[in-house]
């Protein structure tokens, strides 16, 4: 269990690496809707091909959508509130997207977890998968500690924020090692479908309109390359 406890820690810790670039190299508008764009892409490609391919080898289409279908939902319920906060209290618009961005980030990276301590139970880490999750939460660590370091966090805020997710996935991780039944894979099927319908939701509502502000027709391009790299690592 440590060894995939160590895994789902290092996936995640992406996203506090993300959130020091972006304090200390302060990227600028373009660059963040570059990174943005290419992490969609990326996200994309790991939701087509880590979690929906595993997911429907293990459980039936219809309810692999169901599930995708009930973390879309979660996701645009959590947006919703963060929004309607952030108007309440006066919060800023980048504050209220970078938040949502974080709470996709959360619904995506447990359960990816769970998946990536399954695959330690299954005799070893799936290398695809944990590159696409590296490489996919760097991009969500930047771009949404950006539009937090705009509002007026603080480093040391948001540290703690992704430390806490780093924590909690790394738990996640060894719970799916301990759980999830890699002869069964109904359970873990249904982890996977529920991370990616919220993955998906979060890319469409934050990150893609926020790439296309900056990069425009560029965009489309951009979010093909990104899933063209997820689409080599997957091969991997």
Do not use: C, H, K
């Not at 290092?10 to 660059?31: D, E, I, K, N, T």
């Not at 108007?87 to 996709?104: E, H, K, T």
């Not at 999830?180 to 919220?198: E, R, W, Y």
């Amino acid at each position: 269990m440590g060894t995939a406890v160590f895994w789902g820690g290092l996936g995640a810790s992406a996203l506090l690496l993300g959130a020091v670039a972006a304090y200390a190299l302060r990227p600028g508008p373009r660059l963040v809707a570059l990174v943005m764009a290419l992490g969609s892409g990326l996200l994309i490609g790991s939701v087509s091909f880590e979690l929906i391919d595993d997911a429907v080898q293990n459980a039936e289409v219809a309810q692999v959508g169901l599930w995708a279908l009930a973390g879309a939902l979660v996701f645009t319920a959590g947006d919703w509130y963060l929004g309607r906060r952030g108007r309440r209290s006066g919060g800023s618009s980048d504050a209220s997207s970078s938040l949502a961005i974080v709470f996709g980030a959360v619904l995506d990276g447990i359960p990816e977890s769970f998946v990536l301590g399954l695959t330690v139970r299954e005799g070893g880490v799936s290398v695809a998968l944990l590159a696409a999750v590296v490489l996919s939460n760097l991009p969500e660590g930047v771009s949404s500690s950006t539009g937090l370091r705009a509002s007026g966090w603080s480093l040391g805020r948001v540290a703690a924020m992704w430390s806490v997710v780093v924590v909690v996935s790394a738990v996640a991780s060894g719970a799916g090692y301990v759980v999830l039944d890699p002869s069964g894979g109904a359970t873990g099927a249904a982890v996977q479908a529920f991370a990616a319908g919220a993955l998906l939701a979060m890319v469409a509502d934050t990150m893609l309109p926020e790439s296309f502000q900056e990069e425009g027709v560029f965009t489309g391009t951009l979010v093909v390359v990104g899933f063209s790299l997820a689409l080599v690592l997957s091969a991997l």
